[in-house]
């Protein structure tokens, strides 16, 4: 089914990976025969009471004091029961581990409170926006720079926590081009709930124009707002804390900037990427986003206008 970029209603039934189908699958398996068990509790039960049920002039039904071969069967009833559930446990099991370890396509770093994405060996540094070809598995290495996140994008596989000291793996990948939206799965702070995913799955053509496109280096500003715009980043503080690749901007507390106007969304989901919604963030990061590690440098309107020209320009 294509998947145009809308949340389904029950994600987690909606899976679009080999690992997402396996759980789904898991939980169909084991609903069906909880299912028929319950049918048969059900119909005994109502047998029963209208079988055995009190009638003027009946006499009160036997007692029975055991019965091996009522025994036997309701043994040997929950052998096949619980060994069914085991297959489809262990079947899916070997669909959601590797068969291998493999070197990571991805090394992803959760912040309080967005995503930093890194693609190794290709210099390659987003934020938020997970750029996947389709069908091919996705090996992730898990950090985080502060507390306790956890990663999760129900369509694609299941959750996994991100601890801080120590590197986590998970793997997904996507069947059908789209986007796959998740969010940090668990209470990380007063933001938590704007930590959220998007995982944009790409046919491998696509895939491979945008790889090239953000191994570039941003094109040099194109009009002279956007390149006053250029020289107030690197003289107000945003340098110190923004990457921009290709200039003297080397920070590393926030968000790599290098590609950000090609970016759907700011401030991990909270806004969408438009030029009036920049100008809102720069303006007033505490409203949008209290507790954001984003200052507010109080630029005056030309500072905040030239900076939007220069960082929209950023494709
Ligand atoms: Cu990160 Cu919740």
Known sequence: MPNPGKTATFPVFAPHSP????IASLSDGVLWVCLFILLIVIGLVGYSVRRFRERPGAPQPELIYGNWKLEVGYTAAFIVILGTIMYFSIR???ASDPETIKPDNLSIVAHQWWWEVHYPGTGIVT?????IPVDVPQHVALRSADVIHDFWVPELGRKMDIIPGTVNQTWFSADTPGRYYGACAEYCGKEHAWMRIRVIAQTPSDFAQWEEAQ???????SNGIALQGAEYFQELSCASCHTIRGTA?????GPDLTHVGSRETLAAGRLQNTPDNLVTW?????????GSRMPNLHLTRDQRDALTAYLEGLQ
Do not use: T, V, W
């Open 19 to 22: 690992y997402a189908h396996s």
């Open 92 to 94: 899916s099991m070997y």
């Open 127 to 131: 934020a938020n926006e997970i750029h």
């Open 215 to 221: 191994r570039a280096l941003p094109g040099a500003p």
């Open 249 to 253: 901007a080397r920070g590393d507390i």
């Open 282 to 290: 720069l303006e007033e990061p505490d409203l949008i986003k209290p």
